[in-house]
Nanobody
Framework: QVQLVESGGGLVQAGGSLRLSCTAS????????LGWFRQAPGKEREFVAG????????SYLDSVKGRFTISRDFAKNTVSLQMNSLKPEDTAVHYC????????????????WGQGTQVTVSS
């Protein structure tokens, strides 16, 4: 089992930055690929970024490439999402998720989910 807890959401003006963090439980953290998803009101859950179990491979939603960076810290069992140059369109509840090896952009392929953290970007 893996338990995930997100933190770091908040309110920021357009052009600002936030750093989301997700802490995972479990001794086999290094065996899981991790992802960040977001869901805005009235919209489907959307893949934002993912990182492989080794940390060597990352994947991003096209609209966040160059602005967001996903990383993981094996010693602390955490995955982070650094979000720069935020836009109002980034406003959503953000979730971290984990799956057994291999980055995927499909929420259906992730086995564990955090509770979500709200990111609000004002214009």
């Amino acid at each position: 089992q893996v338990q995930l807890v997100e933190s770091g959401g908040g309110l920021v003006q357009a052009g600002g930055s936030l750093r989301l963090s997700c802490t995972a439980s479990g001794r086999t953290f290094s065996s899981y690929a991790l992802g960040w998803f977001r869901q805005a009101p009235g919209k489907e859950r959307e893949f934002v970024a993912g990182i492989s179990e080794t940390g060597r491979t990352t994947s991003y939603l096209d609209s966040v490439k160059g602005r967001f960076t996903i990383s993981r810290d094996f010693a602390k069992n955490t995955v982070s999402l650094q979000m720069n140059s935020l836009k109002p369109e980034d406003t959503a509840v953000h979730y971290c998720a984990a799956r057994w090896r291999g980055v995927s952009s499909s929420p259906n392929e992730y086995d564990y989910w955090g509770q979500g953290t709200q990111v609000t970007v004002s214009s």
